[in-house]
């Protein structure tokens, strides 16, 4: 009777975890988007020009249970041109990479999941080089297949800005395989 007792416990624990969400492996794709907030602390005079973007490669490494491990690799670009006519227009551009843990809520077709992790920030053009963050955010998905379509919106609190914004918010929309 000893020996039943282990094998009716692996039994039921193998039907629970066929019951659990088992997604795993791979994917990449593709992130855009546009962040909501002026990056620029510099003067508040300043305006956004044109239109702001943020756009960038994604990997994902999907985990059993509905967690995840993501790395995106952000350009933001932007135009600020002073709010009086006849001045110049500032260029803005930076290369961002936040790294992040996702978690995956366990709902039939569209997905809420919740994420936060860091970031880490280069401009290209300004006397502040780079600096860390650290991000969170929530979003939504859809998989339709292999293809995953994505809404989220992410929060980073940078830890230097001098000519930038400490506080950032995004708006991302993702494509991944």
Same mark, same amino acid.
């Given at each position: 009777?000893?020996?039943?007792?282990?094998? =009716?416990?692996?039994?039921?624990?193998?039907?629970?975890?066929?019951?659990?969400?088992?997604?795993?492996?791979?994917?990449?794709?593709?992130?855009?988007?546009?962040?909501?907030?002026?990056?620029?602390?510099?003067?508040?005079?300043?305006?956004?020009?044109?239109?702001?973007?943020?756009?960038?490669?994604?990997?994902?490494?999907?985990?059993?249970?509905?967690?995840?491990?993501?790395?995106?690799? !952000?350009?933001?670009?932007?135009?600020?041109?002073?709010?009086?006519?006849?001045?110049?227009?500032?260029?803005?551009?930076?290369?961002?990479?936040?790294?992040?843990?996702?978690?995956?809520?366990?709902?039939?077709? %569209?997905?809420?999941?919740? !994420?936060?992790?860091?970031?880490?920030?280069?401009?290209?053009?300004?006397?502040?080089?780079?600096?860390?963050?650290? =991000?969170?955010?929530?979003?939504?998905?859809?998989?339709?297949?292999? %293809?995953?379509?994505?809404?989220?919106?992410?929060?980073?609190?940078?830890?230097?800005?001098?000519?930038?914004?400490?506080?950032?918010?995004?708006? =991302?929309?993702?494509?991944?395989?």
């Amino acid at each position: 009777m000893k020996i039943h007792r282990p094998l =009716l416990a692996l039994l039921l624990a193998s039907g629970c975890l066929s019951a659990q969400h088992l997604d795993f492996g791979l994917g990449f794709g593709v992130k855009g988007g546009w962040a909501p907030t002026n990056v620029s602390n510099v003067s508040t005079k300043l305006f956004a020009e044109g239109d702001p973007y943020i756009v960038g490669p994604v990997v994902e490494l999907r985990l059993p249970f509905g967690f995840a491990a993501e790395v995106d690799g !952000l350009y933001h670009h932007a135009d600020y041109g002073p709010a009086t006519t006849g001045g110049q227009v500032t260029n803005y551009s930076a290369w961002e990479v936040p790294y992040m843990a996702k978690f995956r809520f366990p709902i039939p077709l %569209l997905k809420p999941f919740i !994420l936060g992790g860091g970031a880490w920030r280069q401009t290209t053009n300004s006397a502040e080089l780079s600096s860390n963050g650290v =991000l969170g955010g929530v979003g939504i998905e859809l998989r339709i297949a292999r %293809l995953r379509l994505s809404t989220e919106g992410r929060y980073i609190h940078w830890g230097s800005g001098e000519f930038t914004k400490r506080d950032q918010a995004e708006v =991302l929309f993702g494509l991944i395989f």
